[in-house]
């Protein structure tokens, strides 16, 4: 408190230090709003809220009416001689410095006697953000929780369609596995056996076609009898991949994802996203060029999620190249070290400028219509989590683009 302590006894001594250094906000004041004593919480709390520094003799009032008009018409108000006036209402204002930007505290207003009021104030501001953290921490686990159950729906259906997919696969693979080209060679041999009877029924030309025309037919049909078991255990391959996907995905979704890092081998990851973008590739006219060592690359991780970079990686490089463009390629280089292993996947693509290539990794950034911003921040964040780096560069627009990424071994 501000005013001396002169000539008191050391029991209102002790009692004045105690209320002194409260910490809650005490201030005396009469029925004008004139400060009649003030302590030390009270000025610190209430002084940025008055803009001065409130001591005896000013007023109180403007400084409530700045945090609300009806608390000074509520104290004008009570004309009772003595009582409660407001308790624990709850206020707030802007502060500099404070997270979130807001103070909060709780405001009492008590009338001892005629001519005195005192007003106290308690700092609530790291309890208001303490429940506003857990609040959000709540909604955040229901969000998060609706969203598991989401992709658990969407990867049973996905999980359904590719069994269907996989049974009429293994379907026409048996049939292909019951064709027999035997039978129309057999048939081939057997008009030339008899090109002599049947020259002299139809005449010896038409015979001759005849006999051509089933050789042709028997090596079309063989031609596409083994182009189209190529392409059913393509397939069948490229929906086993899909289902370890898939159950990992389900490992991720139930909280039982994998922390362990098995050995991998670089190639077979390069292989198999190379037959998943095949098709678009080959429908895009993107010619694909590898330089990759004849060796076994072998590094530790998370297969299906290295996958899900090299795609995403491919995907972007794909999507970046014009279809009227007069050059379409992709290149995909690995260089073993003693102690690392790099990857650089390059493209003729649209390129970018120096500006964006500081935001590609960033949450949420993209450069498409379409796009979340999320491909290429999963991707950092998985790469990381290996133990990796990884950067994208280019030289400019229509330059095409450079991804490089790096593992230790």
Same mark, same amino acid.
């Given at each position: 408190?501000?005013?001396?302590?002169?000539?008191?006894?050391?029991?209102?001594?002790?009692?004045?230090?105690?209320?002194?250094?409260?910490?809650?906000?005490?201030?005396?004041?009469?029925?004008?709003?004139?400060?009649?004593?003030?302590?030390?919480?009270?000025?610190?709390?209430?002084?940025?809220?008055?803009?001065?520094?409130?001591?005896?003799?000013?007023?109180?009032?403007?400084?409530?009416?700045?945090?609300?008009?009806?608390?000074?018409?509520?104290?004008? +108000?009570?004309?009772?001689?003595?009582?409660?006036?407001?308790?624990?209402?709850?206020?707030?204002?802007?502060?500099?410095?404070?997270?979130?930007?807001?103070?909060?505290?709780?405001?009492? *207003?008590?009338?001892?006697?005629?001519?005195?009021?005192?007003?106290?104030?308690?700092?609530?501001? !790291?309890?208001?953000? =303490? !429940?506003?953290?857990?609040?959000?921490?709540?909604?955040?686990?229901?969000?998060?929780?609706?969203?598991? =159950?989401?992709?658990?729906?969407?990867?049973?259906?996905?999980?359904?369609?590719?069994?269907?997919?996989?049974?009429?696969?293994?379907?026409?693979?048996?049939?292909?596995?019951?064709?027999?080209?035997?039978?129309?060679?057999?048939?081939?041999?057997?008009?030339?056996?008899?090109?002599?009877?049947?020259?002299?029924?139809?005449?010896?030309?038409?015979?001759?076609?005849?006999?051509?025309?089933? !050789?042709?037919?028997?090596?079309?049909?063989?031609?596409?009898?083994?182009?189209?078991?190529?392409?059913?255990?393509?397939?069948?391959?490229?929906?086993?991949?899909?289902?370890?996907?898939?159950?990992?995905?389900?490992?991720?979704?139930?909280?039982?994802?994998?922390?362990?890092?098995?050995?991998?081998?670089?190639?077979?990851?390069?292989? +198999?996203?190379?037959?998943?973008?095949?098709?678009?590739? =080959?429908?895009?006219?993107?010619?694909?060029?590898?330089?990759?060592?004849?060796?076994?690359?072998?590094?530790?991780?998370?297969?299906?999620?290295?996958?899900?970079?090299?795609?995403?990686?491919?995907?972007?490089?794909?999507?970046?190249?014009?279809?009227?463009?007069?050059?379409?390629?992709?290149?995909?280089? *690995?260089?073993?070290? =003693?102690?690392?292993?790099?990857?650089?996947?390059?493209?003729?693509?649209?390129?970018?400028?120096?500006?964006?290539?500081?935001?590609?990794?960033?949450?949420?950034?993209?450069?498409?219509?379409?796009?979340?911003?999320?491909?290429?921040?999963?991707?950092?964040?998985?790469? !990381?989590?290996?133990?990796?780096?990884?950067?994208?560069?280019?030289?400019?627009?229509?330059?095409?683009?450079?991804?490089?990424?790096?593992?230790?071994?």
């Amino acid at each position: 408190m501000y005013d001396t302590w002169g000539g008191i006894n050391p029991a209102e001594q002790k009692m004045k230090a105690i209320l002194l250094h409260a910490p809650v906000a005490l201030v005396d004041m009469d029925n004008n709003g004139k400060i009649v004593d003030i302590n030390l919480m009270g000025g610190k709390l209430l002084n940025p809220l008055a803009g001065e520094n409130l001591k005896p003799g000013t007023s109180l009032y403007p400084c409530l009416s700045a945090l609300d008009p009806e608390i000074v018409t509520r104290i004008r +108000d009570f004309t009772e001689s003595s009582g409660l006036i407001m308790l624990n209402q709850q206020y707030s204002y802007l502060a500099a410095g404070v997270e979130g930007g807001q103070k909060h505290f709780q405001l009492t *207003v008590y009338k001892i006697f005629d001519d005195c009021l005192i007003v106290s104030a308690e700092d609530k501001t !790291e309890k208001m953000q =303490e !429940e506003q953290a857990l609040k959000q921490a709540q909604q955040d686990k229901a969000v998060a929780q609706g969203k598991y =159950e989401i992709a658990s729906e969407v990867i049973h259906d996905i999980g359904n369609a590719v069994v269907g997919f996989n049974s009429y696969l293994t379907r026409i693979n048996r049939m292909l596995e019951q064709y027999s080209q035997g039978n129309l060679q057999k048939v081939s041999l057997f008009l030339k056996q008899q090109n002599g009877p049947i020259s002299a029924a139809i005449g010896a030309p038409k015979a001759a076609a005849l006999i051509d025309m089933m !050789e042709a037919i028997s090596k079309s049909l063989g031609d596409s009898h083994d182009e189209l078991r190529r392409s059913v255990n393509e397939q069948l391959h490229l929906t086993a991949h899909i289902q370890d996907i898939l159950n990992i995905q389900r490992q991720y979704i139930s909280g039982h994802e994998s922390q362990e890092r098995k050995p991998v081998n670089l190639k077979d990851i390069i292989s +198999d996203c190379r037959s998943m973008v095949f098709a678009n590739m =080959e429908k895009k006219g993107v010619n694909l060029s590898l330089s990759i060592p004849p060796e076994r690359i072998v590094i530790k991780g998370d297969r299906t999620k290295l996958m899900q970079v090299l795609l995403n990686i491919l995907k972007n490089s794909i999507e970046a190249i014009d279809t009227d463009t007069n050059v379409k390629t992709i290149s995909i280089e *690995v260089s073993g070290f =003693e102690d690392s292993v790099q990857l650089v996947v390059s493209d003729s693509g649209k390129g970018f400028d120096e500006q964006t290539a500081k935001h590609l990794f960033d949450r949420g950034y993209t450069t498409k219509s379409s796009g979340t911003g999320l491909g290429l921040y999963n991707c950092k964040a998985i790469i !990381e989590s290996h133990g990796g780096t990884i950067s994208m560069a280019s030289n400019g627009a229509g330059m095409g683009s450079k991804t490089t990424i790096s593992f230790n071994k």
